[in-house]
């Protein structure tokens, strides 16, 4: 997929170093987006991923693609921005983008309860859609310590969804 | 609920949540603007810029009388498109997606007996979701003693108490490969797909009349009923035909329409309450002729500095250009109408509807 941006007095030819960011973070934004909303809100979810996105801007020529691919590396940056505005809500039925009829109430509750750490690895793995080996890059952790943390959260999730039904 | 009911719980959940998120913002590259939220250290630096999220999506309804043209060929101004030569707009529903045909080279065998209902267990098989579209994937698993197979379309009916049946259309946006011999003990799938933004609710959002059961009727006889997961029939349901997982061809067939290159002619300037003509200009890449005979559709989003301002789906005019030559390009004609309240920058993204999206951006002052 090629991406040209022209007209309105922007063209990504004026700096294609910029360009060249663009285009390579493009296929990443709906990650970005997706982690922005569950670890903050809807509402939140565009600065988040702005910010997210001037920090790797700034930070792109320490990107060592020997050491990991983009996703992770900008998934970490999200994450990072997410927890300094972090004011997500106990519930997110609230949100825009999500129709509250469709939403698990219980499920948004009890995961809103697990700690930082779980929060990040459910939300990467089950939300975002990476596997194991991608949420550990973006947790900078093992695979195994992303099974582990995994499993702690959805032994602790069983335990609050124990009254359900 | 044990661990393993748990992690389904919650990729079903994900997968379901994922596919209800709005688009990503678009980053917009402005190399001579400074944005209030960047230091003034870094200023100097060119930056990315987020356009601002989606709250209300303004939608035009698609006009079913005779095609919308661009009408006169405007002359270019400084404010304008040049849209000689252009193929017209029409406004025109999107069509489904047809996936490219494929030949297999070793059809595996498929000549055994019709499975009928009594020969096969029903089970959920996960959801899956991309760009609005949802899957809901039914396993069907041969308990007989031999061996029968399944092919084709089965009837399926969603049915829910007090709400008329809804019966689900042929063809699905997800590919399907091909099926085969089902000895006993062995699966077949299905999926059964909804949509979140379609014609009938282009801005998306909001739900229909939702079903939580299907009548399944069988080319080989029978009937059987199945509890689905929720289907919301606000954009039709879908099904693909009957297939196993990794029978004959590949299911991720590559659709040549996915190498076209996009880019987007939008002028300076739009005038808030006017519609915005614009080009796409489709350029194919390749050596061999694209055919437009699986004529696409496509999706078309606009938002200024608050909100969204059109979210919308239509076909593309393929009327008069049944391919794209080796290297031609050709320049298609859009309209968007950008409401009056619409104020500040805009930013137009544009983007052909497939599996694998193809897509263009760009952003015009609203003046």
Partial sequence: MTVTVVGGGVTATDDSHAADFTAWVRPHLPAMAALATRLTSYDDRDDVVQEALVRAWRRWSTYDENRGAPLPWLLAITADRARRRRRRPQLVVTDVAVESSTVDVDLERAIAQLTDRQQLAVNLYYFVGLDIAGTAAAMKCSTGTVKSTLSDARARLRGLLGDES | ?367
């Avoid at chain 2, 309804?61 to 030569?85: C, E, F, K, R, Y």
Wanted: with cysteine; glycine share 8%; net charge negative.
């Fill in chain 2, 1 to 367: 609920m044990n661990d393993d009911e748990l992690d389904r719980r919650l990729h079903e959940y994900g997968a379901r949540w994922r596919t209800q998120q709005a688009p990503p913002p678009e980053p917009l590259l402005r190399t001579h603007h400074v944005p209030r939220w960047v230091p003034v250290a870094a200023a100097a630096a060119a930056v990315v810029l987020i356009a601002v999220g989606v709250a209300v999506a303004v939608n035009r309804p698609h006009n079913t009388a005779a095609p919308i043209q661009p009408g006169p060929t405007p002359s270019p101004t400084p404010s304008g498109v040049d849209l000689t030569g252009t193929v017209p707009w029409v406004d025109r529903p999107a069509p489904g997606y047809t996936p490219p045909a494929t030949v297999s080279p070793t059809p595996p065998a498929s000549d055994a007996r019709a499975c009928t209902s009594s020969d096969v267990t029903l089970s959920s098989g996960g959801l899956d979701g991309a760009t609005g579209h949802l899957a809901h994937y039914i396993l069907f698993k041969n308990v007989s003693a031999s061996t029968c197979v399944l092919k084709g379309y089965p009837d399926v009916v969603a049915t829910e108490p007090g709400q008329p049946d809804f019966v689900v259309r042929h063809g699905s946006w997800f590919p399907d490969s091909s099926t085969q011999n089902l000895a006993p003990g062995e699966s077949a799938n299905l999926a059964l797909e909804t949509q979140s933004i379609c014609t009938a609710d282009p801005g998306g959002g909001g739900s229909g009349p939702t079903y939580h059961h299907v009548e399944i009727t069988f080319p080989g006889g029978g009937r059987k009923s199945f509890a689905s997961g929720p289907l919301d029939a606000k954009c039709g349901i879908a099904e693909t035909q009957f297939y196993v997982e990794g029978a004959g061809s590949s299911p991720d067939v590559h659709d040549p329409l996915s190498d076209l290159k996009l880019s987007l002619e939008l002028p300076a300037y739009a005038e808030p309450g006017k519609p915005l003509w614009y080009v796409v200009d489709v350029t194919n890449p390749l050596s061999q002729p694209i055919s437009l005979a699986r004529c696409p559709g496509y999706f078309e989003h606009a938002n200024d500095d608050t909100r969204t301002l059109v979210k919308s789906t239509y076909g593309l005019n393929c009327d008069d250009t049944p391919a794209i030559s080796p290297g031609q390009t050709v320049r298609f004609a859009m309209r968007l109408d950008v409401p009056a309240s619409a104020t500040g920058r805009a930013s137009v993204s544009w983007q052909l509807d497939l599996p694998l999206a193809v897509h263009a951006s760009g952003s015009v002052t609203l003046d």
